[in-house]
T-cell receptor
């Protein structure tokens, strides 16, 4: 049972344009969501998070949108840069004593072309 | 640099052996989490410790165990190793154990375990 799904295995974008990475979840108990960037054989690097009480959070070039009714979140990167090329994971969790027990999606490979 | 330190970075060992992976969380973080990333399973939560106590368990095998010491560093012990245990093992840490504020969990660079 895959509770967090990233349906696009890969995404290719031109430098300067917007990258939109999508994530769907099924567990309505999830109340916070995070995006990580990862290079092969390295640890995930935290990018941005959002709690279920919000529908948008911005940090520089990164914006995360949460649509609770659709159980969907997205990460927007504007403008995209070649250095953004990596695997992007969304992750979800519940608060309380299970905080930090994240469920990860399978990842989306982002390639930003110069 | 996330501030989470893991050792060793790479480890090759034989089937049936036992290894210990070590993690130092970010300064001040009380919670430590262990994750496994294998080729076919993606990133999977194994176990969480908060200030020395086990807090949550995921799909951790009985052959695996972990602990968190008074200085907050943690060790993941993997015994009776099988070929299928070959994976990247990540440690992560966060300052709190619950709540919605500051939902940030930082990962280390991982320990790459190869069982031959």
């Amino acid at each position: 049972d895959q509770q967090v799904k990233q349906n696009s295995p890969s995404l290719s974008v031109q430098e300067g344009r917007i990258s939109i990475l999508n994530c769907d979840y099924t567990n309505s108990m999830f109340d916070y969501f995070l995006w990580y960037k990862k290079y092969p054989a390295e640890g995930p690097t935290f990018l941005i998070s959002i709690s279920s009480i919000k529908d948008k959070n911005e940090d520089g070039r990164f914006t995360v949108f949460l649509n609770k009714s659709a159980k969907h979140l997205s990460l927007h990167i504007v403008p995209s840069q070649p250095g953004d090329s990596a695997v992007y994971f969304c992750a979800s969790g519940t608060g309380g004593t299970s905080y930090g027990k994240l469920t990860f999606g399978q990842g989306t490979i982002l390639t930003v072309h110069p | 640099d996330s501030g989470v330190t893991q050792t060793p970075k790479h480890l090759i060992t034989a089937t049936g052996q036992r290894v210990t992976l070590r993690c130092s969380p970010r300064s001040g973080d009380l919670s430590v989490y262990w994750y496994q990333q294998s080729l076919d399973q993606g990133l999977q939560f194994l176990i969480q410790y908060y200030n020395g106590e086990e807090r949550a368990k995921g799909n951790i095998l009985e052959r695996f165990s972990a602990q968190q010491f008074p200085d907050l560093h943690s060790e993941l012990n993997l015994s009776s190793l099988e070929l299928g245990d070959s994976a990247l093992y990540f440690c992560a840490s966060s300052p709190q154990s619950s709540g919605l504020s500051g939902n940030t969990i930082y990962f280390g660079e991982g320990s790459w375990l190869t069982v031959v």
